[in-house]
């Protein structure tokens, strides 16, 4: 299916017919040949209705982990033969074992028609020069969205297999007008240009695209971006498992979830019913374009909140104010206050003077304990943050400064969270140590 403007702004029983059409064809071509599916909607006959699809069993990651454990090396979800399949990627696995995932021609076609509305939501066309800070491994990252830049006809810059210094280099000498990176790595190549003497806002750069963390939703994160790029921040969402979902228009409160190729819900993490506009809940996708690799009613474990579908860009679709929460698997409980790091990211990246920061959990007994370590020159910055932390989020936190540049940088991913309580627990013979010594070891 080919991405079509017309879908993004279509009154609601237009765009539920063109969903439950799309979905019954997916059931078609998948039923007679899956075996995943053929097991798990053992007796079920298209075409169905809406409310057949809401009595649907919901599907997470840990079933299609282990459906692949005990059929490797791709389980049963496959809908073709191997041989028939194009693309390989693999899920990062910070939070288990990493999932494989393979894509037929067609399905991997229909991978870059999404990655074609969230170019449209940012005004990127042909005529740009885009550059893809990004490894290239098997990690999905933008992969999609650096072959959907190349079907639509822009001038394609790779940035792979170079450091920092050359993709700063490159970006300027190329006349890059967009970049596709993560939040963080955005604001790494910032501190280095600055580093360097380099004015990125002096640079041709009118765009800049996320992935991989809720960073460009947050306020703070995108406001450091754009005021050091001189260029507009974009947000964008997707996952191995199941595409590219999600957008952000030219008014960059949120995310506009792609209903032209999915169908979105938000539902109570418990009872799994579908919550009201307004409230917080977990995000269940179904792809509609993707009959080789399919997933029906997949609980993505991100958090949302439902904002409707009203926006001053027109578009109809099911939008998220503040794009993802956060994961429902980061959610961290220090001392009964529930928080997740995005808040605690969104407070950090206020204050222009804090650089890197790391959090890391320790256990005192049967109590966990938050200490933030923070890029800084001034010690009372960090006694401030401290402050400010307790104020908003209702948390003591231990906000330790350390000096500029000792934390680590990331190209991929962030993985500012340490969880030190297990490496405590294992040094029986040593009872009291020191945070640095069980970083370092870590």
Same mark, same amino acid.
């Given at each position: 299916?080919?991405?079509?403007?017309?879908?993004?702004?279509?009154?609601?029983?237009?765009?539920?017919?063109?969903?439950?059409?799309?979905?019954?064809?997916?059931?078609?071509?998948?039923?007679?040949?899956?075996?995943?599916?053929?097991?798990?909607?053992?007796?079920?006959?298209?075409?169905?209705?809406?409310?057949?699809?809401?009595?649907?069993?919901?599907?997470?990651?840990?079933?299609?982990?282990?459906?692949?454990?005990?059929?490797?090396?791709?389980?049963?979800?496959?809908?073709?033969?191997?041989?028939?399949?194009?693309?390989?990627?693999?899920?990062?696995?910070?939070?288990?074992?990493?999932?494989?995932?393979?894509?037929?021609?067609?399905?991997?076609?229909?991978?870059?028609?999404?990655?074609?509305?969230?170019?449209?939501?940012?005004?990127?066309?042909?005529?740009? =020069?885009?550059?893809?800070?990004?490894?290239?491994?098997?990690?999905?990252?933008?992969?999609?969205?650096?072959?959907?830049? =190349?079907?639509?006809?822009?001038?394609?810059?790779?940035?792979?297999?170079?450091?920092?210094?050359?993709?700063?280099?490159?970006?300027?000498?190329?006349?890059?007008?967009?970049?596709?990176?993560?939040?963080?790595?955005?604001?790494?190549?910032?501190?280095?240009?600055?580093?360097?003497?380099?004015?990125?806002?002096?640079?041709?750069?009118?765009?800049?695209?996320?992935?991989?963390?809720?960073?460009?939703?947050?306020?703070?994160?995108?406001?450091?971006?754009?005021?050091?790029?001189?260029?507009?921040?974009?947000?964008?969402?997707?996952?191995?498992?199941?595409?590219?979902?999600?957008?952000?228009?030219?008014?960059?409160?949120?995310?506009?979830?792609?209903?032209?190729?999915?169908?979105?819900?938000?539902?109570?993490?418990?009872?799994?019913?579908?919550?009201?506009?307004?409230?917080?809940?977990?995000?269940?996708?179904?792809?509609?374009?993707?009959?080789?690799?399919?997933?029906?009613?997949?609980?993505?474990?991100?958090?949302?909140?439902?904002?409707? =579908?009203?926006?001053?860009?027109?578009?109809?679709?099911?939008?998220?104010?503040?794009?993802?929460?956060?994961?429902?698997?980061?959610?961290?409980?220090?001392?009964?206050?529930?928080?997740?790091?995005?808040?605690?990211?969104?407070?950090?990246?206020?204050?222009?003077?804090?650089?890197?920061?790391?959090?890391?959990?320790?256990?005192?007994?049967?109590?966990?304990?938050?200490?933030?370590?923070?890029?800084?020159?001034?010690?009372?910055?960090?006694?401030?943050?401290?402050?400010?932390?307790?104020?908003?989020?209702?948390? =003591?936190?231990?906000?330790?400064?350390?000096?500029?540049?000792?934390?680590?940088?990331?190209?991929?991913?962030?993985?500012?969270?340490?969880?030190?309580?297990?490496?405590?627990?294992?040094?029986?013979?040593?009872?009291?140590?020191?945070?640095?010594?069980?970083?370092?070891?870590?």
């Amino acid at each position: 299916m080919a991405y079509c403007m017309a879908l993004e702004y279509a009154d609601r029983e237009t765009l539920r017919s063109h969903q439950i059409g799309r979905l019954n064809q997916l059931l078609a071509d998948v039923l007679p040949r899956n075996r995943f599916y053929a097991d798990r909607l053992r007796g079920l006959t298209p075409p169905l209705s809406w409310g057949d699809f809401a009595s649907l069993p919901l599907l997470t990651k840990a079933e299609l982990v282990e459906d692949q454990a005990s059929h490797p090396p791709f389980g049963r979800i496959l809908t073709y033969p191997e041989q028939d399949y194009i693309a390989y990627h693999q899920t990062s696995g910070t939070s288990g074992r990493p999932l494989k995932v393979i894509d037929t021609a067609a399905s991997w076609r229909w991978w870059q028609e999404c990655w074609r509305y969230v170019y449209a939501g940012a005004g990127v066309t042909a005529a740009d =020069r885009i550059f893809v800070a990004f490894g290239f491994g098997p990690f999905i990252g933008f992969w999609s969205a650096f072959e959907s830049a =190349r079907a639509m006809g822009a001038l394609l810059i790779p940035g792979g297999n170079m450091d920092t210094a050359r993709r700063l280099e490159a970006i300027r000498e190329q006349q890059a007008t967009v970049v596709l990176c993560t939040p963080t790595y955005a604001l790494h190549m910032l501190e280095q240009a600055r580093g360097q003497g380099i004015d990125l806002a002096a640079s041709k750069v009118r765009v800049t695209i996320h992935a991989g963390e809720p960073g460009a939703s947050i306020p703070s994160v995108r406001q450091r971006i754009e005021e050091g790029w001189g260029a507009r921040c974009y947000d964008h969402a997707g996952a191995t498992e199941v595409g590219a979902f999600g957008y952000m228009c030219e008014c960059q409160a949120g995310l506009h979830l792609n209903e032209a190729e999915f169908i979105a819900e938000i539902v109570d993490p418990v009872s799994g019913r579908p919550v009201a506009e307004g409230e917080e809940g977990e995000l269940v996708l179904t792809g509609l374009g993707r009959a080789g690799w399919p997933v029906i009613r997949y609980r993505t474990r991100d958090r949302v909140r439902h904002g409707g =579908r009203a926006c001053a860009c027109g578009r109809t679709t099911l939008f998220l104010p503040g794009g993802i929460l956060g994961r429902a698997d980061d959610m961290l409980i220090i001392r009964g206050v529930n928080v997740y790091p995005s808040a605690i990211e969104a407070i950090v990246r206020e204050r222009p003077e804090l650089g890197e920061f790391r959090m890391l959990i320790t256990r005192a007994g049967t109590l966990d304990a938050l200490t933030l370590e923070v890029e800084v020159e001034a010690e009372p910055c960090a006694a401030q943050l401290a402050h400010t932390l307790y104020q908003r989020l209702n948390l =003591r936190v231990v906000v330790t400064a350390v000096p500029p540049g000792t934390l680590p940088r990331w190209e991929q991913k962030a993985r500012r969270l340490v969880d030190l309580r297990q490496a405590a627990a294992e040094q029986t013979d040593a009872p009291q140590v020191s945070l640095a010594a069980l970083t370092a070891a870590r």
